[in-house]
């Protein structure tokens, strides 16, 4: 098979064939009387055609001048058009062009992206971790515990046991403080590396259903205050912002152990004590809010808060009636 060598018209969009010595001068494409194209002299050399088919490239291009190549125009507005055709020849590309036209560019070629499958059985011993230790919030970082947070969607309340079980598993999260931050955020990513999964530092379902399932005879423990239950119920009062006294310090070492207040129980009720109340009303809102027929939480500590706060923290206040009438 014969050498062909061909050029192509940006113009006209179109190729055609020259012969084996062609001169051509300088274009001027956009009419500023400058030359935008280079004078570029092309020889062409053929083989023996008898062993073309052999499949040994026996003929050879010779472009003593270099490729061609677009001047910009002086009228500062850019050169146009041109006869350098830029194309992927790169095999393993998705647009690989094998025409044999053009200038190969690396920058134009696109590439699988490679797709990575998680490794769920190499985290921890592989057991469910205990019901207070699971984690069903989505978490990221500048997640705080006893705050509201957009990716969660409600007022955090796991970072703590998020924070246990990055160290349990030995991604150093540093302390246990409640506060998605820095450390804890490079603590996910790494344990994402470890299991090849994608690195971008959000805890959702999949990385929730990873740690909750990689518990072992070692379960991770979140330090937590001691309530004193001297009597029950435990809690006795109604309260709300802007009142104080020694049950409201009790009220808050009990939101702190449910991992939804951070600031230190001073026996204030202020904004920080009604947030984290507002987010012990979500998380029970079926015995909390719906008995009043709420959707939303009201941040007092009143009838029904106090009696699911009983509840879960062992003293059951037993039956009792709210002021609309309904019977819990």
Not at 13 to 18: K, P
Not at 199 to 205: A, E, F, M, R
Not at 263 to 290: C, E, H, M, R, W
Request: with cysteine.
């Amino acid at each position: 098979m014969d050498w062909v060598w061909r050029k192509f018209d940006s113009l006209g969009n179109a190729y055609s064939d020259i012969s084996s010595l062609v001169i051509y001068g300088t274009a001027d494409l956009d009419g500023d009387s400058v030359g935008d194209v280079t004078t570029t002299s092309f020889t062409v050399t053929d083989g023996d055609p008898a062993t073309d088919e052999d499949g040994i490239a026996d003929g050879f291009i010779n472009d003593p001048s270099g490729p061609a190549t677009v001047i910009a125009s002086s009228s500062g507005s850019g050169s146009r058009g041109g006869s350098v055709r830029h194309t992927c020849e790169d095999p393993t590309a998705l647009n690989y062009d094998d025409s044999g036209f053009g200038r190969h560019k690396k920058s134009l070629c696109k590439y699988p992206q490679p797709v990575t499958t998680p490794v769920t059985d190499t985290l921890g011993a592989g057991q469910q971790c205990s019901p207070s230790q699971l984690l069903t919030q989505n978490m990221r970082a500048g997640a705080r515990n006893g705050q509201f947070h957009s990716y969660t969607g409600e007022t955090v309340r796991e970072v703590k046991i998020l924070q246990a079980h990055m160290n349990r598993l030995g991604f150093n999260s540093g302390p246990v403080d409640g506060i998605l931050g820095p450390i804890t955020d490079g603590a996910i990513k790494r344990m994402q590396k470890f299991l090849g999964t994608f690195q971008d530092g959000y805890v959702g379902p999949i990385t929730q259903s990873l740690i909750n399932n990689s518990c072992g005879e070692e379960v991770p423990v979140v330090t937590k205050p001691v309530l004193d239950i001297a009597q029950c119920p435990f809690f006795t009062e109604y309260y709300k912002q802007g009142d104080t006294g020694p049950e409201i310090t009790k009220i808050q070492t009990f939101l702190q152990n449910e991992g939804l207040l951070t600031a230190t129980p001073n026996g204030n009720y202020g904004p920080a004590t009604a947030a984290a109340i507002n987010a012990f009303q979500s998380k029970y809102a079926s015995d909390v809010l719906a008995p009043w027929n709420l959707t939303k939480p009201t941040g007092r500590w009143y009838q029904s808060t106090r009696k699911k706060a009983n509840e879960v923290a062992g003293c059951s206040e037993g039956t009792i009636t709210l002021d609309n009438g309904v019977s819990i």
